[in-house]
């Protein structure tokens, strides 16, 4: 497979230090894909799990080293910290390794479209203001990622596609979690449509998503843990949401403009 080159490309929710994290796919796609700038758009590196359990395999290395090795070959790189990972917007402004920690940033497309990037968890109020919730139901979530994980590798030794998302799929069927996510990006738009935006991108929910809210762009890039999806600005500002699971043809699911999927 060749390399894509792209303008931007925003990923989020990599949870790496974590069993969730598929390092695999996450790999294939740093592998495949290459950009003038790349956003980091939280949940990087999971404290949380962290915290109750010391896990980083070698793979989890080799994506840092991926990470910072895009970054010394002239890769932009804006790390945007989420609420995993909350213990470094205590370094806004600071250089790491030639990249930059930024709490937020405006983004200007080739189309000259203003974008805020967030990692989205300043506009949950559960995670704003009951800390406690959000940590037990992130115990929750935890627990269908482990037991995805064992369902993933049944459905392989049957002969099913491996690619499964139990979470996801509970997620839909839980009329409360459409819900949540409905009013997490309404309250979102609603907020910053008159901030001189165009739109917001941004992820902590791992849904991915590009739609048109009362002419406001919302944009969420998703997750490397249920769905492997990033978004991607081409050289001529369009963006569009794609799939990427390891050892497959990457699928093209959204694009902004109205355009065909780019070959690439």
């Given at each position: 497979m060749n390399t894509s080159f792209y303008r931007t490309i925003w990923i989020s929710d990599l949870h790496i230090g974590s069993?969730?994290?598929?390092?695999?796919?996450?790999l294939d796609f740093l592998k495949h894909n290459d950009s003038e700038k790349l956003y980091l758009v939280g949940d990087i590196i999971d404290f949380w799990a962290l915290s109750k359990k010391m896990y980083w395999p070698r793979d989890h290395n080799t994506i840092i080293q991926k990470i910072l090795r895009k970054a010394r070959h002239g890769t932009?790189?804006?790390?945007?910290?989420?609420?995993?990972?909350?213990?470094?917007?205590?370094?806004?402004?600071?250089?790491?390794?030639?990249?930059?920690?930024?709490?937020?940033?405006?983004h200007t497309t080739a189309q000259g479209k203003r974008f805020l990037i967030v990692h989205g968890d300043e506009y949950d109020t559960i995670a704003k203001h009951h800390k406690w919730l959000a940590k037990i139901g992130s115990v929750g979530y935890d627990w269908l990622i482990e037991i995805n994980r064992f369902l993933r590798m049944f459905r392989k030794l049957i002969g099913r596609q491996s690619h499964f998302s139990l979470a996801a799929f509970v997620k839909f069927k839980v009329k409360n979690a459409v819900q949540f996510i409905s009013d997490y990006e309404e309250s979102m738009v609603r907020t910053l449509k008159n901030e001189n935006l165009d739109g917001v991108i941004c992820g902590?929910?791992?849904?991915?998503?590009i739609k048109e809210i009362a002419g406001f762009l919302y944009v969420n890039t998703g997750d490397f843990v249920e769905s492997c999806t990033a978004i991607v600005e081409h050289q001529d500002g369009r963006l569009e949401l794609i799939r990427w699971l390891a050892q497959e043809t990457p699928q093209l699911t959204q694009q902004h403009e109205g355009q065909m999927p780019h070959p690439g």
């Amino acid at each position: 497979m060749n390399t894509s080159f792209y303008r931007t490309i925003w990923i989020s929710d990599l949870h790496i230090g974590s069993t969730q994290c598929q390092a695999d796919a996450l790999l294939d796609f740093l592998k495949h894909n290459d950009s003038e700038k790349l956003y980091l758009v939280g949940d990087i590196i999971d404290f949380w799990a962290l915290s109750k359990k010391m896990y980083w395999p070698r793979d989890h290395n080799t994506i840092i080293q991926k990470i910072l090795r895009k970054a010394r070959h002239g890769t932009q790189i804006i790390y945007v910290p989420g609420n995993h990972d909350e213990n470094v917007r205590d370094y806004d402004d600071y250089v790491f390794g030639d990249i930059v920690v930024k709490n937020s940033d405006i983004h200007t497309t080739a189309q000259g479209k203003r974008f805020l990037i967030v990692h989205g968890d300043e506009y949950d109020t559960i995670a704003k203001h009951h800390k406690w919730l959000a940590k037990i139901g992130s115990v929750g979530y935890d627990w269908l990622i482990e037991i995805n994980r064992f369902l993933r590798m049944f459905r392989k030794l049957i002969g099913r596609q491996s690619h499964f998302s139990l979470a996801a799929f509970v997620k839909f069927k839980v009329k409360n979690a459409v819900q949540f996510i409905s009013d997490y990006e309404e309250s979102m738009v609603r907020t910053l449509k008159n901030e001189n935006l165009d739109g917001v991108i941004c992820g902590h929910i791992h849904h991915a998503e590009i739609k048109e809210i009362a002419g406001f762009l919302y944009v969420n890039t998703g997750d490397f843990v249920e769905s492997c999806t990033a978004i991607v600005e081409h050289q001529d500002g369009r963006l569009e949401l794609i799939r990427w699971l390891a050892q497959e043809t990457p699928q093209l699911t959204q694009q902004h403009e109205g355009q065909m999927p780019h070959p690439g």
